[in-house]
């Protein structure tokens, strides 16, 4: 039994015990997690560490050395399936009955898989951990078409490096753009420009019927037109599922992840969650319930509840802010840009050096910066504040955003 049991050894869960011990809790912490590996960063795997640029070792969130030095228990290679909130403990894949104090849930997701035939072919991966990626890369050298299905952000990553690499890539998305679920339409249509500029084929408004299969071996992609796209290799991008379902068994509140309030506790008593999995009601959202998949909301939930659990809470409310690599282009968001009501756009594409600004209301809900940092530093002031400031200034790129706000 520990004082604190942490569920996931992924970005959130290694964050909140780094957090804790940084608070002087002097308590036991115990990290489960399912994966064999210890705690690393999952945005390399579809830019660097695919590429081949990056060794696993530099992608560690901390060395080795780091979690017995901070008394940290890592129970690596265990899968938790039950939670008894009533007993406080709870019950691995294997039999183990680990008993909490506090049980903080931050288990991601995984990734979420086509519902077609030739789902589960070989040849067919998804991208989400580590042993993902060294599945792919062992069998690039056999490949030389690739085909990508769903035009998100990891995606549209790994069709970068992809087609750097000397692939044939094609991209198909079942929307009307790439990243339409996350950007405006005019950032949605640069990438598209960029990619099919460095040869990656994308192919929009397209429904999957299902992966062609030869010897137990995906071999293409038949579209529900008919068509079929030869591809030895095809990579799904289409999101993840959370992975909630032991804590909902438990009676915990929620759906699409698990429900929490602004101090990241769930409906249980004793019970946080933090991360991919955790629903929660976002300012940024209008107050909507929103589960955040990024890098700063694992890294934020988890002071959030390392400041519960050493007796100064203080409730969430970072902004929200991404980044995404793509051939040479380094796309970072701030804010989020669901619901905006209008868009402006601040310098020209065509010098691969610009900003939209969203905006809901008259208000400045978010930016998306492409090779233009200073923006974006400058920006999540105006995000922060919800500034009002006319579109034509906005547009007006030789006046900085610092001199904008309010
Ligand atoms: P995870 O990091 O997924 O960790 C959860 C861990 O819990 C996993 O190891 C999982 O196996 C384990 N687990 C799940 N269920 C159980 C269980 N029942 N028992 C035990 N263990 C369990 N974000 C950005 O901000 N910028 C980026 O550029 C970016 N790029 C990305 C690229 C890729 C390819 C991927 C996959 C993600 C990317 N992200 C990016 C998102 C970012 O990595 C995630 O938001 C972040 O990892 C979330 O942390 P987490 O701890 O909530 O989940």
């Known amino acids: 039994s520990y004082d604190i049991v942490i569920v996931g050894a992924g970005h959130a869960g290694a964050q909140a015990a780094i957090a804790l011990r940084q608070r002087k809790f002097a308590g036991s912490i115990a990290i489960l997690g399912e994966e064999p590996e210890l705690p690393y960063e999952r945005p390399p795997l579809s830019k660097d560490y695919l590429a081949g640029d990056k060794p696993f070792e530099r992608l560690l969130i901390r060395p080795a050395a780091f979690w017995p030095e901070r008394?940290?228990?890592?129970?690596?290679?265990?899968?938790?399936?039950?939670?008894?909130p009533a007993?406080?403990?709870?019950?691995?894949?294997?039999?183990?009955?680990?008993?909490?104090?506090e049980l903080i849930w931050a288990t991601g997701g995984h990734a979420r898989r086509l519902s077609c035939a030739g789902h589960d072919l070989a040849g067919v991966h998804s991208v989400r951990s580590r042993t993902d990626v060294d599945r792919m890369v062992a069998e690039l050298a056999g490949t030389t078409r690739i085909a990508v299905i769903g035009g998100g952000y990891i995606g549209l990553e790994a069709a970068a490096v992809l087609s750097k690499l000397g692939k044939q890539v094609t991209v198909f998305e079942a929307q009307d753009r790439v990243l339409a679920r996350v950007a405006g339409v005019a950032l949605s249509r640069f990438f598209e420009a960029e990619h099919r500029a460095h040869g990656v084929d994308i192919r929009l408004g397209v429904g999957v019927d299902c992966i062609v299969e030869e010897a137990g071996r995906a071999v293409g992609v038949r579209l529900t037109g008919g068509e079929v796209v030869p591809a030895e290799m095809v990579i799904v991008g289409v999101g993840i599922v959370p992975a909630v379902q032991p804590l909902l068994d438990a009676g915990a509140e929620g759906g699409?992840?698990?429900a929490v309030d602004a101090h990241c506790a769930t409906s249980l008593s004793h019970v946080h969650a933090i991360g991919d999995c955790a629903l929660h009601a976002s300012v940024f959202a209008d107050g909507l319930p929103i589960r955040l998949e990024s890098v700063q909301n694992a890294n934020d939930q988890a002071t959030v509840v390392a400041k519960v659990l050493t007796g100064t809470p203080e409730p969430y409310a970072a902004v929200p802010w991404f980044w995404s690599n793509q051939h040479d282009l380094k796309l970072q968001t701030v804010g989020l840009s669901t619901g905006h009501d209008?868009?402006?756009?601040?310098?020209?594409?065509?010098?691969?050096?610009?900003?939209i600004v969203y905006l809901k209301a008259?208000?400045?809900?978010?930016?998306?910066c492409v090779n233009a940092v200073k923006d974006y530093v400058q920006g999540r002031a105006l995000v922060l504040a919800g500034a009002a400031i006319p579109p034509d200034r906005l547009a007006d790129a030789s006046v900085p955003l610092?001199?904008?706000a309010p």
């Open 402 to 404: 610092k001199d904008m």
């Open 256 to 258: 699409n992840g698990v």
């Open 362 to 368: 008259g208000r400045v809900v978010a930016l998306d």
């Open 87 to 101: 007993a406080r403990t709870v019950t691995t894949a294997d039999g183990a009955v680990v008993g909490y104090g």
């Open 342 to 355: 209008a868009e402006v756009l601040r310098g020209d594409p065509a010098t691969r050096s610009f900003t």
């Open 71 to 84: 008394a940290i228990d890592m129970l690596l290679g265990h899968r938790v399936v039950a939670v008894e």
